[in-house]
Nanobody
Framework: QVQLVESGGGLVQPGGSLRLSCTAN????????MAWYRQAPGKQRELVAG???????NYADPVKGRFTISRDNAKNTVYLQMNSLVPEDTAVYYC???????????????WGQGTQVTVSS
């Protein structure tokens, strides 16, 4: 099993910043693309940003220029720096690893438990 542990969520005022972290635990050999998704109340889960093991990134249009995704492969950790937050960013944020290799086993589509981000004055 792949355990993804997220941290860094919380309550922030509009215009503020937060940094989310997600660490994959276990004797991991490799993780391909890691990504952040979010799900607001009454809405479908949506991709926020993704990053390949080589460092190539992609962002959803609403967060371009405000959010930055990065990763530390040695620590099996992905980060999401969120700046200029707006109330529309309020959601539960989930970490995802598309393909994880542990020993001789490959795991697909692993998810973290989610961390709440609330942007409100």
């Amino acid at each position: 099993q792949v355990q993804l542990v997220e941290s860094g969520g919380g309550l922030v005022q509009p215009g503020g910043s937060l940094r989310l972290s997600c660490t994959a635990n276990g004797n991991i050999f490799r993780i391909d693309t890691m990504a952040w998704y979010r799900q607001a109340p009454g809405k479908q889960r949506e991709l926020v940003a993704g990053i390949t093991s080589a460092g190539d990134t992609n962002y959803a249009d609403p967060v371009k220029g405000r959010f930055t995704i990065s990763r530390d492969n040695a620590k099996n950790t992905v980060y999401l720096q969120m700046n200029s937050l707006v109330p529309e960013d309020t959601a539960v944020y989930y970490c995802n690893a598309d393909r994880t290799i542990i020993g001789t086993v490959t795991y697909f589509g692993s998810w973290g438990q989610g961390t709440q981000v609330t942007v409100s004055s």
